[in-house]
């Protein structure tokens, strides 16, 4: 019976596809890919030539139906994307659960992965994990899903456009307090570029230099009380000190702000936000957030 090969390739270098994916891509009918135009490079350099059909984000269910047709007249087909294992923040999942639907065996042919990749050099503990992928692009929906993920103990992994990088960090630094990260540009390829640092010394590089290329980086975990702080904005101790300190009618929000963050090391940016909800009596300026 006719089978559905799911395909890791290569995430950079052409030379890191295993012989049982060359061997699988030479043997089926058909070959489904995220961008054929992108899949025909790798293809033809491994003297590939079965049949070539599209199947991306956009056309995945219409795309799952002509997969099924070609498994019902007996032709074997296997699926890629672009780089690395297809279904980890790329196309997959609907096909997959599509053809198995229809009664039909899916095959995984494992490989490639950025994200095992920089997790193996990223020298944070990984024994679990989080996979994050890509964060909001707006910003308020950023700094919300940063939220829910600062207490969050396992190393985090996460992809990042080049031209996004800089502001991400910038909310995760605000947000989670100065941690180790480890920054991959390029992994496996010729301009390959890793960054281990704190999240405040790796903004100040790229500050200094244009970023370009496929991003993805490892960020450590909350571990301390420290952390719970930070993520959460504030304590009632927190809370308490500031509103003593703003009682003072010499005190600005600004000065007060600036003292405790030097004091308590926490982002100031955080004690300001709730400096001023205390000037405003905002009504849950008393109580700690969970």
Do not use: W
């Not at 994916?21 to 054929?36: F, P, S």
């Not at 500050?207 to 909350?222: D, H, M, Q, R, Y």
């Not at 509103?243 to 009618?249: D, I, N, Q």
């Amino acid at each position: 019976m006719s089978k559905l090969y799911v395909v890791a390739t290569p995430i950079g270098n052409l030379k890191d596809i295993t012989l049982r994916a060359i061997e699988t891509l030479k043997a089926v009918h058909v070959i489904a890919a995220e961008d054929t135009r992108h899949s025909l490079k790798l293809l033809n350099y491994f003297e590939i030539s079965a049949k070539l059909i599209s199947c991306h984000e956009h056309n995945e269910e219409k795309a799952a139906q002509a997969i099924i047709s070609s498994l019902q007249n007996d032709d074997d087909v296997a699926f890629v994307t672009d780089a690395g294992t297809p279904g980890l923040s790329d196309p997959g999942a609907r096909l997959v659960k599509a053809v198995r639907k229809a009664g039909f065996t899916v095959t995984p042919i494992p490989g490639p992965s950025s994200i095992a990749a920089a997790l193996s050099v990223a020298g944070i503990s990984a024994d679990r994990f989080h996979f994050e992928g890509f964060l909001p692009a707006k910003r308020p929906e950023r700094l919300s899903r940063l939220q829910l993920l600062a207490l969050v103990p396992e190393a985090m992994v996460f992809f990042e456009a080049p031209h996004r990088i800089q502001d991400s960090l910038a909310d995760i630094l605000n947000v989670f307090g100065d941690r180790p990260v480890s920054f991959m540009r390029e992994l496996t390829k010729m301009h390959e570029e890793i960054i281990c640092s704190s999240l405040s010394q790796l903004l100040e590089t790229l500050s200094k230099n244009g970023i370009k290329g496929e991003i993805v980086f490892v960020l450590a975990g909350a571990t301390t009380r420290h952390d719970a702080c930070i993520s959460n904005g504030y304590n009632d101790a927190l809370a308490d000190i500031l509103t003593l300190a703003l009682s003072e009618k010499k005190t600005s929000v600004k000065s007060a702000s600036e003292l405790l963050a030097r004091i308590s090391g926490l982002p100031k940016g955080k004690i300001y936000e709730l400096a001023l909800k205390i000037t405003k009596k905002d009504e849950d300026t008393d109580q700690c957030v969970e």
